[in-house]
């Protein structure tokens, strides 16, 4: 079962002024179709210091496999999820942020002002999300398919994944 946190950033919702949408639409999503289970959830403000520790303190917690941010994404001054995401990451993972951006800019022009970013720290996925309910559904809806893959991978570690993907009759690959 894979073990995911949430994390929304919001102003609005940090101080209470607004009702998180976005948190709860990804665990209804992630309970529904991965059958994962809610490690962690959290609400904090748009400080990029504090997104960075929360995500540090989850992912290095062997706790989890999977962070889901939601908000903080977009051109405004105090977006800065992706800076946070990029400066504690080991490795980037640009072809998630790249396919939910590319089936974004089916359904709105709006889909390239996102700034989402992807990346792994040890073990773990860290996946940028919008900061709307519906752009969450739209975006989850094209990642979910390769997540449980994605997990997998980094839970098995280079020597078990490097003979996995040799071509056949390497290493006795079929």
Known sequence: MIRVAILTVSDRAARGEAEDLSGPAIVALVQEQLRASIAQRQIV???????????????DSGE????LTTGGTGFAPRD??????QAVIDRPAPGIAEAMRAASLLMTPHAMLSR??????????IVN?????????ENLAVILPVL????ELLQQGAQTTAYQHALPGEHGAA
């Open 45 to 59: 403000p748009d400080e990029q210091a504090l997104i960075q520790r929360t995500l540090v303190a989850w992912a």
């Open 148 to 151: 449980p893959h994605a997990v």
């Open 129 to 137: 999300l919008p900061g709307s309910p519906k752009a969450v559904r």
């Open 64 to 67: 989890v496999d999977l962070i």
């Open 116 to 125: 989402a970013a992807a990346g792994m720290r040890g073990r773990v996925l």
């Open 80 to 85: 800065v999820t992706p800076e946070a995401t």
